[in-house]
C-alpha cells in the first residue's frame, strides 16, 4: 500500500511540474557582446527576478590571488560610475527589490527580486556596475576588512568550515578546489588594485554570463532593455580554461586538526565526477539516501540505534570538474574519532555489499520529486533552478527531464556507484578533536 502511496505521489509531481511551464515556454536570446539572457514569463504576481550567473568562481584563482571571487560578489554593491556607494542597494530598495549574491567554487551569482514595473531601473543599475565598477582604494580596504572578519568568524564559529578547508586541501593536490571559496588569509592581505582590476576585466564581461529572468515580464520587453542597457557593453577575450585535471588518489589520505571542541568531529570525504556525469543522479540519490531526514541510513545507525554521533550529515556540491562527496559527523558524548568513523564507515560498507531495498530508493525518489518541484513554485526558484542547470548540465532543458533521470536510477545503480566511489584508495578522512590521541588507521 504504502509502495502504492509513493507511485502515485511520484506521479502527481511530475504532472505538477509538466502543468507549471514547459520547456518551450523559456525564451533566450544572446546580445551581440556574447551575454545570454533567458526569459521565463510568469503572470501570476506583479513581481519579477534577475539572476545573473557569473561564469567564476574560487577554481579560476591560484594562489597569490585565492578568494577574489568572492571578494568581488562584495565589491559590486561598493559603487560604480552613474551609482556611487550605497545607491545601489538605496535605488533598488527605493523601487520595491532587494537583492543578494553568493560565490561557490564554479560561480558568481546575483539576484535581484523587484515589482515588474522596476524592470529598467535593475537594467539600468545592473549595466552600470558591471561595465563600471569603480574599485575605489579605500573601498577595497574597507571590504577587505570585511572578509578577513568573515573568514575568522566564520573558521571560529563552524568546526565543520574549520575541518573541511583542510579536508579539501589534502585530498586535492593540483586543482584548485584544493582551497576554500573565502580564499586564504595572506592572500586577502595581499591583493592588489591592480589584481581586481585584471580579475574584474577577465571574468565579468558579458560574454561570460548568463542572465535569467522570470516574472511578470514580457520576452520583448526584456529584449528592448537588455539592448538598451547591457548590449553596449563591450565582450572581452574568452577566460583561459582550467584545464588542471586532479590525479587519480593512490591511497587513502588523512589529516588531524585540534581546535578545542565538546566531542569529535569526522569527515569522510571521496572523489566523484562532475555534475554532467552519467553518474550523478545515482549519486545525488544516494546522497539523500545517506542523510535525508531521520529515517536515512546515516542518522538511523549513527544516532538511532548506537548513540555514536549527535549528528551527520552528507554533501555532493554542484561542480563543473570532478570534486568530493563529502560525509559529516559530530561524535556523542565519551565517544571517540575511531568509534565515529568507524561507525560512518560500516554504513557505507553495508550499501557496497547489501545495497538498498526498493522501498527505500522509491522514498527517497519521492523526496527529490517534492524537493525539485518546490524549487519551482516561486520564480526565484525557477531563475536559480534554470540557470543552475543551463550551467552544470550545459542546457536548461535538462531541468525538465531531471524528473525522468531520477526515476531511472534503480537499486543496482546505488550499489554501483557506492562501491565505484567509496573505495578506501579513493577516501580523505578528517578528524577534529581537542588533542593529539592516536586514531585508528585499521578501517577497511
Known amino acids: ?127 552600470d556596475r558591471i561595465g563600471n565598477l569603480a574599485l575605489d582604494p579605500k573601498m577595497v580596504e574597507s571590504e577587505r576588512g570585511v572578509v578577513l572578519s568573515e573568514r575568522s568568524t566564520g573558521l571560529e564559529n563552524s568546526n565543520f568550515r574549520n575541518l573541511s578547508e583542510e579536508v579539501k586541501a589534502t585530498a586535492f593536490f593540483a586543482h584548485p578546489y584544493r582551497w576554500s571559496v573565502i580564499g586564504y588569509e595572506s592572500d586577502i592581505k595581499n591583493w592588489t588594485i591592480e589584481d581586481l582590476q585584471t580579475y574584474f576585466d577577465t571574468y565579468y564581461a558579458p560574454n561570460n554570463a548568463v542572465v535569467v529572468i522570470s516574472g511578470d515580464v514580457t520576452l520583448e520587453g526584456v529584449k528592448k532593455l537588455a539592448k538598451q542597457y547591457f548590449e553596449p557593453i563591450s565582450s572581452k577575450a574568452t577566460p583561459r580554461k582550467v584545464h588542471t585535471v586532479e590525479p ?42 545517506l542523510s535525508n531526514g531521520k529515517s536515512s541510513k546515516l542518522y538511523s545507525y549513527l544516532v538511532d540505534e548506537n548513540q555514536l554521533a549527535t549528528s551527520v550529515f552528507s554533501y555532493m556540491p554542484e561542480s563543473f570538474d570532478p ?37 527505500e530508493l522509491q522514498k527517497v525518489k519521492n523526496q527529490k520529486l517534492m524537493e525539485f518541484y518546490q524549487t519551482l513554485e516561486t520564480i526565484d526558484g525557477k531563475s536559480n533552478t534554470l540557470g543552475t542547470y543551463e550551467l552544470y548540465f550545459g542546457d536548461y532543458k535538462k531541468m525538465y527531464t531531471a524528473p525522468d533521470a531520477y526515476e531511472k536510477v534503480t537499486v543496482e545503480d546505488i550499489k554501483r556507484v557506492a562501491k565505484i566511489y567509496f573505495t578506501k584508495n579513493n577516501r580523505t578522512v578528517g578528524v577534529l578533536q581537542n588533542n593529539e590521541l592516536e586514531i585508528s588507521t585499521d578501517s577497511k
Open 1 to 127: 500500500m504504502k509502495k502504492l502511496v509513493f507511485t502515485i505521489l511520484a506521479i502527481q509531481c511530475i504532472v505538477l511540474l509538466n502543468a507549471q511551464s514547459k520547456a518551450e515556454d523559456v525564451k533566450s536570446f544572446t546580445l551581440a557582446n556574447g551575454m545570454k539572457v533567458m526569459v521565463l514569463e510568469d503572470h501570476s504576481i506583479p513581481n519579477a527576478n534577475m539572476y545573473l550567473f557569473w561564469k567564476v568562481g574560487s577554481r579560476n584563482e591560484y594562489p597569490g590571488i585565492t578568494g577574489l571571487s568572492h571578494f568581488f560578489e562584495h565589491m559590486m554593491f561598493n559603487g560604480s560610475k552613474k551609482y556611487g556607494p550605497k545607491l545601489f542597494d538605496r535605488t533598488m530598495e527605493a523601487s520595491g527589490g532587494s537583492n543578494n549574491a553568493y560565490t561557490t567554487e564554479n560561480v558568481t551569482v546575483y539576484t535581484d527580486w523587484f515589482p515588474s514595473s522596476s524592470l529598467e531601473t535593475i537594467f539600468d543599475l545592473e549595466a
Open 248 to 289: 587519480e588518489q593512490r591511497g587513502e589520505k588523512r589529516v588531524m586538526v585540534h581546535k578545542p571542541v565538546s566531542t569529535p568531529n569526522v569527515l569522510l570525504a571521496y572523489h566523484v565526477p562532475e555534475t554532467k556525469h552519467p553518474d550523478y543522479y545515482a549519486l545525488d540519490v544516494l546522497n539523500s539516501i
Open 323 to 359: 570534486n568530493l562527496f563529502y560525509i559529516y559527523g559530530v561524535a556523542s558524548q565519551d565517544v571517540n574519532a575511531s568509534q565515529l568513523e568507524a561507525g560512518m564507515l560500516s554504513v557505507l560498507d553495508d550499501v557496497m555489499e547489501n545495497g538498498i531495498t526498493a522501498k
